[in-house]
């Protein structure tokens, strides 16, 4: 069951992901963490509040969605990167309890494998998503299985465009391909919060909530999840009926 929670805008739409995500951040929990420029009001409320509030993260453990396929955990647009500097580095969750997925190796297809049983023994309170312009979820492009688990993709063309802008916008040097949990990975997660803000959302959005459950569009599947928070801005929500 999906539940809506429509808000003004981007600031809004942060406050209400903290009130949602504040019932996981107890001693035990699994989160599961996203990148992209959407989490990043509710990461800076994470953080505001272990600083003013002390909630620690000492026995909390994360896994992330994806990572770019060839970047260095040292390339400041990594996903790895990301983490840390958006959220980590300013929380006491133990470098160990943090997952990021590795995008170099010399078997990205068994590291994928390692990674979906490290997921199964340590099951996700909330997995936290953002959405692409075209309905992808984590990496999983318009086309994937909705039983997939972790794997290399290549991302879309449309994907590629839109992360250009972290990248000087110079379009050869967006990576081509990912590692990303699968629709499958996501779908195992006892709850799933799913952010989406802004005009370049609001077909998907509309897809994913009014939309068949579709290959086309990926988060069309979260119409079968149990138990969905989907918070969108009124510009997100411009399309729906
Ligand atoms: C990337 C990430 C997704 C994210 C999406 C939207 O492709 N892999 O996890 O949801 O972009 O990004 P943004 O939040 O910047 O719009």
Do not use: W
């Amino acid at each position: 069951m999906i539940n809506v929670i429509r808000t003004k805008d981007y600031e809004e739409a942060s406050d209400k992901a903290f009130e949602v995500m504040k019932e996981y951040l107890r001693p035990g929990k699994v989160l599961g963490l996203a990148t992209g420029s959407t989490p990043l009001g509710l990461y800076a409320r994470m953080v505001k509040d272990h600083q003013e509030n002390g909630t620690s993260y000492k026995e909390i453990r994360s896994f992330n969605l994806d990572e770019y396929v060839g970047l260095p955990i040292t390339h400041p647009e990594s996903y790895y990167a990301f983490m840390h500097h958006n959220l980590f580095d300013h929380i006491d969750i133990p470098e160990e309890n943090t997952h990021v997925p590795s995008g170099l190796g010399e078997d990205l297809e068994a590291q994928a494998r390692h990674y979906d049983e490290m997921i199964d023994a340590c099951p996700v309170d909330i997995q936290l998503l953002g959405i692409g312009s075209d309905g992808h979820i984590a990496f999983n492009e318009p086309g994937t299985p909705f039983d997939s688990g972790t794997h290399v993709t290549d991302l879309a063309e449309s994907t590629i465009r839109d992360n250009c802008r972290f990248f000087d916008n110079d379009i050869t040097k967006v990576p081509t391909q990912a590692v990303t949990q699968g629709i499958g990975t996501i779908m195992k997660a006892k709850a799933i919060l799913l952010i989406a803000t802004g005009s370049n959302k609001a077909k998907a959005v509309k897809e994913m909530l009014e939309g068949p459950i579709d290959v086309s569009c990926p988060a069309s599947i979260l119409q079968k999840h149990e138990n969905v928070t989907v918070i969108i801005d009124e510009d997100a929500a411009a399309l729906l009926g």
